[in-house]
């Protein structure tokens, strides 16, 4: 693949030229020239997932707890050889909502206590602070990309560098044997790079006040950003917390062409809540992270929600954005990206329109449906969009569909348009899903996109965006996932949930592993579903 010239979001100059230097060294360190999501690594690996990425935690692979993150390295076999291959440890730690905002444990916001105990990302730069544990341990995410993956080692000897046992990482897809492919996990001696060389993305958190520490309003925003993310298929930039108001993709006869008006998150009722609302008011950041395999921004405040978060992980081809909706009852809230212009001559599927709608501001009809996949393609590229959910505080979401330079439906942000307008919104009475007043329902939502080149097919699109609802099995060292496969539900009692790698605990205290959800004390009963490789959520029942 040749990567094409960067030019970053077009309203910041500053923002271009800082992002231009940052698009070259991308282009300069990535597989290949570039990992397009049509690429796939050479070698013995049969798997067909370019834009997955595999995610095992320290409880996972117990080789390497107490080990230093940058210590912790993998590789690939291909042809009796070994091939080193970028890995990113994540640490994670159990603390406080009120430590994440950096304000007394008494602090409380429209009557919601901030005081409840969440499992988040570490950061030092941010109130959430280090992991208390510097070393790898239970909860810490070890991640690389599937696509990265070789064929089985055998009796290979060990790299030269790394010391101590192998953890062979397994990865399967759902339902075949025939798709398979083998990363191998080791600690270091000091003398390899974990990112060997390479870096997939590149996120620049650039806060307009200063340091974040020192001028972050955390009580009483708005607080400005020219941040912005570089992938090898697309840019995004970032006007405030809640606020992606740029994107573009980064192939095709338009490439670094802004396609967006802003992704939205919006309650519809008289433009009462939406996320410039949300950034005028209380918020702080979990974590801001730029690593070699993956960025993460994470953050929390929704005015009346201020527990609510906000998780997105990036990666070069795909990026994910995960809700947690912590709020009292409210009676309806929707997540959807409005397209601009520039995304004029695209067509939009989803399962109700298989054969699409075009994208050209005139109102077409889209039966409602559940919005678990939908694709954008054209001359301009592809887009991708695959979402699960997790809910049990309303009935299901709907889809969000709108194309219409004159809409009737109030455009409460952004420009007034509605372009391809389209997510999911839960349109019935939303219960308490708020743990700082005491509620204990939720409703999770998360979705994936994947931008891709002008060549890839319609049905490639909806494959890559079906590929997120039926993640990858993973087995380590021959054992599969920490209980049944993706889908599956178990109840249990939090310590045992915990002794099966489903769930961490501190003190006494249990968070459900990939979600972070806070599940009670240990020996409160549970039941947890597998919604993802390494990503358990709590249900009602199974």
Known sequence: ???????????????????????????????????????????????????????????????????????????????????????????????????????????????????????????????????????VDADDEIVFMARDAGGAAGTLAAPTGTTGNRIEVQLTEPGTTASTGYVYLFASNGS???????????????????????????????????????????????????????????QGPQANVDMIDRVKYDIQLACARNENTFNDEEGAFVVNKSGPVRAIRSYVGSNSGPNTQNTQVFYDNSFVTTVDLRVHAIPNVGAHLDLGRAAYGMTFRNAQVPNGVPVDGQPDTVPAGTPNWWTYSGPQGGLAIGATYNVDATSGPTTWYEDDTTPANWQCTGDGEAVGDSGAIFASWINCTDPGLSCTQKLNASFRVVPTAPATSPADLQRYAEQYRNPLTIAVNGQGGPGPGPGQCVLATNQQHTTAGRATTFVVWAWAVGSGEYLGATWESTSLRQTAAGVWARVTAC
Do not use: C
């Not at 060389?197 to 009580?219: E, I, M, P």
């Open 192 to 250: 390899l790079d974990p990112a060997a060389g390479r870096r997939y993305v590149d996120y620049q958190f650039r806060l307009t006040s200063g340091d974040y520490k020192a001028t972050y309003k955390r009580t009483d925003g708005p607080n400005p950003e020219n941040s912005a993310v570089t992938g090898t298929t697309y840019t995004a930039h970032y006007a405030d917390r809640w606020t992606m108001d740029g994107f573009a993709l980064r």
């Open 1 to 135: 693949m040749t990567t094409t010239p960067f030019d970053a979001h077009p309203r910041s100059r500053t923002a271009r030229r800082a992002l231009a230097a940052t698009a070259l060294v991308l282009a300069a360190t990535l597989v290949g020239g570039g990992t397009s999501v049509e690429a796939q690594t050479p070698g013995q690996s049969t798997l067909d997932r370019p834009a997955d990425s595999a995610v095992v935690t320290g409880q996972r692979a117990p080789g390497l707890v107490g080990v230093a993150p940058n210590r912790v390295v993998a590789f690939r076999a291909v042809n009796g050889q070994w091939q080193q291959i970028p890995v990113q440890v994540d640490e994670r730690k159990s603390t406080t909502m009120a430590a994440v905002y950096g304000l007394p444990t008494t602090q409380t916001f429209y009557g919601s206590s901030i005081n409840v105990p969440v499992n988040v990302y570490a950061d030092p730069n941010t109130f959430t602070g280090a992991d208390t544990d510097p070393n």
